[in-house]
């Protein structure tokens, strides 16, 4: 099993990189009514972030293997999603 360490280290990389996405989106912008979209993505990842740090950091788990794998699925999945929604910006 991959250490609590290392999922949080997941967590932050993979939504900090769609962050990035977006401010990197933003600057290549011309009209600055298309930035507030972005702005909505990066609110989403960062709730996502907070969300997914709680969970890590819950104690009163029964299973914890499958509770971190669960996280772990949980992490890609939402991470896809906003990838896709940057995509379609």
Request: include cysteine; aromatic fraction near 6%; glycine fraction near 2%.
């Amino acid at each position: 099993m991959a250490s609590v360490k290392n999922l949080k280290k997941d967590i932050n990389y993979v939504l900090s990189d769609i962050i990035e996405e977006c401010y990197m989106w933003q600057m290549l912008q011309d009209d600055p009514k298309n930035v507030d979209k972005a702005e909505k993505i990066i609110d989403e990842a960062i709730a996502t972030f907070d969300e997914l740090i709680v969970k890590v950091n819950n104690k009163d788990v029964d299973d914890k293997k499958a509770h971190f794998k669960a996280l772990k699925s949980e992490l890609q999945t939402k991470g896809e999603t906003l990838l896709a929604k940057i995509e379609k910006l």
